[in-house]
DNA sequence: TCTTGACCTTCCCATGGTGGGAACCCCCAT
DNA sequence: ATGGGGGTTCCCACCATGGGAAGGTCAAGA
């Protein structure tokens, strides 16, 4: 297989292919005598498994954890369970995050008239000298990706 | 006011008040004779409110057009209410997105053993061949931020 | 007056994953 | 032999932020 069809298989599109050998987290594939990149079926699950993870939100750093733990026929599930579990964890942080933002949110649109005067809580608010209880220390929040 | 002062009144870091100026988001700061930019309590209350703005994740582009509605005394405040409502709108998606990742996750980690052994219901569902429920397009989520 | 330390300046680099595209090579079918 | 659809490397951009180097400035205390 070339890294195009690779990539088909797996859902993991050729540049992020290539970038994960350059980056180490999938060894060299070989090369075929003009150079090009081959694949078998292994690697395909491979990259199957890395790009269910990522799905999962795992960072490019846990996913190299897990996918030690994959090829490590003598792990401990509970390893992979903290792991897991971590992530869990992460996704709750950032989603109480958002949360936060968006009752915050939900409360200044309420206040807001929505009509074509100038005069807007939401804008005051900002704008104004007062202490509102701002979520902050949130995330710089990437909004909107792939 | 020198920078350090108008970044500790605002909550904005210098590198990002120097940031923030080189991208147009504010006007230049004016300068002191040695070349220090000085900053005034006016100045400070934008600051503010970017950092506001910013804290209930906005995207920068976002961010500006609220900046602008707030200096533009003829506004209609159904512009801003447009604006925070499709922030309230993006910020639904991406908790759902996560959501979805901490329900696969959830089952997950409930089916998996974490004792010593190696069988882990995880891998095998990361790694098996089958359509699992996966959240995919997702976001690559830069967990943990600031 | 001189030193010291806290400030400021600009400039470059890194992050995390991903996409875009240029410039060039290779393979197969017509 | 030619064209089109692969492949290869290399560089750039994103978004918003932090880190740090190399050097200029300011104010307080000896």
Redesign the pocket.
Known sequence: M????A?RASGV????L??YEETGLIPP?G???????TYGPRDVQTLRFIRRA?DLGF???KVAELLALWQDRSRASADVKRLAEAQVTALEVRIAEMQAMQATLRHLVHACAGDDRPDCPILSDLGGPSAAAYPSLAG?L?LA??
Request: net charge positive; proline share 7%.
């Open positions: 070339n890294i195009g069809e990539a599109s050729a540049k992020m290539r970038y594939a090369r075929s005598a003009s150079g090009y990149r990522r960072p490019m750093e710089g990437p990706k792939r």
